[in-house]
């Protein structure tokens, strides 16, 4: 099989240990959290639980899978469990704003829908930025659709609105700058 496995991180100061995140990763992704902890949620939780005296427990949930099967399984278990912004229990912060849109009142929105979105959407964002890293002249939105397959095959104009709307969250972000100087009409984006 594959060389990712998905895992948990618990509280063992709640009885039940409850999990608090959730992650996929491969060698000793699992637990680096651990050895310095980030100044998220999920940092301070395991500053917490080792000031207490205790050891955060680290769960292997599932091993041998490919990258493709860890990231629909974190997905998935994540919007099982729910984030803190969302009224779950884990601190992943899969929705960045932690805000919701105000959608129609009659349209039906299931469970756990916005952080797959979300988390599709941030992988997304990494491969973008990637490419854009590799590329020091910097690249077009086209060049984004065309490289990483998110080209639409809609019989309109707008074959490249969803890289050019990703571009648009990385400057909006400061990880992407617009370079217009280097280009001749072309709208360029490149790494700050």
């Given at each position: 099989?594959?060389?990712?496995?998905?895992?948990?991180?618990?509280?063992?100061?709640?009885?039940?240990?409850?999990?608090?995140?959730?992650?996929?990763?491969?060698?000793?992704r699992a637990y680096d959290h651990l050895v310095k902890p980030s100044e998220t949620s999920k940092g301070l939780r395991i500053r917490e639980i080792l000031e207490s005296g205790s050891n955060v427990l680290v769960t292997m949930l599932a091993e041998d899978l490919t990258e493709q099967q860890a990231i629909r399984l974190e997905a998935e278990l994540i919007s099982a469990?729910?984030?803190?912004?969302?009224?779950?229990?884990?601190?992943?912060?899969?929705?960045?704003?932690?805000?919701?849109?105000?959608?129609?009142?009659?349209?039906?929105?299931?469970?756990?829908?916005?952080?797959?979105?979300?988390?599709?959407?941030?992988?997304?964002?990494?491969?973008?930025?990637?490419?854009?890293?590799?590329?020091?002249?910097?690249?077009?939105?086209?060049?984004?659709?065309?490289?990483?397959?998110?080209?639409?095959?809609?019989?309109?104009?707008?074959?490249?609105?969803?890289?050019?709307?990703?571009?648009?969250?990385?400057?909006?972000?400061?990880?992407?700058?617009?370079?217009?100087?280097?280009?001749?009409?072309?709208?360029?984006?490149?790494?700050?």
């Open positions: 099989m594959g060389s990712y496995y998905v895992y948990a991180l618990k509280d063992p100061t709640s009885n039940p240990a409850r999990a608090f995140y959730i992650g996929k990763g491969t060698g000793t469990f729910g984030t803190e912004a969302t009224g779950g229990q884990l601190t992943n912060s899969v929705v960045p704003s932690g805000a919701f849109v105000q959608v129609r009142g009659a349209l039906n929105v299931p469970t756990g829908v916005r952080e797959r979105a979300q988390i599709g959407l941030a992988l997304i964002k990494e491969a973008i930025l990637e490419l854009a890293k590799a590329n020091s002249s910097g690249i077009t939105n086209s060049d984004a659709s065309k490289a990483l397959g998110l080209q639409s095959d809609y019989g309109g104009g707008s074959k490249d609105y969803l890289a050019f709307s990703v571009l648009g969250l990385l400057m909006r972000e400061g990880k992407l700058r617009r370079d217009d100087s280097a280009s001749k009409g072309k709208h360029i984006a490149t790494v700050i």
